[in-house]
């Protein structure tokens, strides 16, 4: 009886490591199908990307934007926007961007840099993805404060400090913008930065001015001297500022100045608003009339002279 139960038990011991077996095996084959798939999406890929890098590299030459064979995942359209200087086709053009291209080769970098190279009125460039299949160019452009001698020539200076266009020393339309005498930059003109950051602060300080009050009408600025800044109103008042120090009051209590003198001497009154002595602690302006005003005589100290001691 002992020697059958013995002779029974090894049978079934058998039997269990053969299932255990049979599992292990199938889980081996269910990580080698896995290992395959994997490999087999890998390959296709590699070759989907492949195609679309030979696709994208055949750039037609001689075509235009709209002839352009589209490549995978391609460029359907190109937006500008901001630009009043130059024309989309201009931008665009010059970008190396166009209809068809893939967006997985679109070079935003490059193109903002040769947009920014080849305008010098665009100041800021930003290129994104409007959507999947539509790039927008969106560009920030210089705003013209005045004119400044280059050579022969006269050279207009934007708010950020740089050469924006050059205009003939005849052009018609040198009386659109102030005149400012000032030091200009070695390497400066168009498309670089002409003037330093003093000279281009107070110029953007005078044009906000310029813009907002009844100075809207100089039609010229000495920068000359940092200490002894002036202004030329209708080549009728001279108004002499000093130094660049507390210039937006000194320029708000010009514009009250001017205002008070020509109500007293009438709209055609020419002399000089002084406001050289004004401080926070003694807001003085000065106005002398043209036949009082000698080169001796810098100072307000005869008749006819009209101070303003405080704003309105």
């Not at 903002?112 to 160019?137: C, G, H, M, R, W």
């Not at 937006?248 to 050289?276: M, V």
Request: hydrophobic fraction near 35%; glycine fraction near 6%; proline fraction near 2%.
């Amino acid at each position: 009886m002992n020697d059958f139960g013995a002779s029974n038990s090894s049978p079934s011991g058998g039997t269990g490591r053969s299932r255990r077996g049979g599992r292990r095996k199938r889980r081996l084959n269910k990580k080698r199908v896995a290992i395959l798939f994997f490999i087999l999406v890998m390959m296709i890929t590699v070759v989907i990307v492949s195609v679309m890098m030979v696709h994208a590299s055949k750039k037609p030459k001689e075509q235009s934007s709209t002839d352009k064979e589209p490549a995978l995942f391609g460029v359907s359209s190109i937006l500008v926007d901001g630009n009043t200087h130059y024309t989309d086709d201009q931008i665009i053009e010059t970008s190396g961007l166009y209809i068809g291209q893939s967006l997985f080769f679109v070079n935003k970098r490059s193109a903002a840099e040769s947009i920014l190279k080849n305008f010098p009125y665009i100041d800021k460039v930003t290129i994104k993805n409007a959507s999947f299949s539509q790039i927008s160019i969106t560009v920030s452009e210089a705003k013209p404060v005045g004119i400044v001698k280059w050579q022969k020539d006269w050279l207009i200076i934007g708010d950020n400090g740089k050469g924006l266009e050059l205009l003939n020393q005849d052009s018609s339309r040198l009386p659109e913008y102030e005149k400012i005498d000032c030091d200009t930059l070695k390497n400066g003109g168009v498309g670089c930065l002409t003037i330093d950051n003093r000279t281009q602060d107070i110029i953007n300080t005078m044009t906000y001015f310029f813009n907002h009050t009844n100075l809207k009408d100089v039609n010229e600025i000495d920068l000359k001297n940092y200490n002894d800044l002036s202004m030329n109103w209708k080549n009728a008042i001279e108004i002499k500022l000093g130094s660049d120090v507390l210039l937006r009051e000194k320029l708000d209590f010009a514009s009250i100045t001017l205002n008070r003198t020509l109500k007293e001497h009438g709209e055609s009154a020419e002399g000089r608003i002084d406001l050289r002595y004004y401080s926070e602690a003694k807001q003085k302006a000065i106005f002398t009339p043209r036949d009082l005003i000698t080169d001796a005589t810098d100072s307000a100290n005869s008749s006819g002279i009209t101070e303003s001691a405080s704003a309105e």
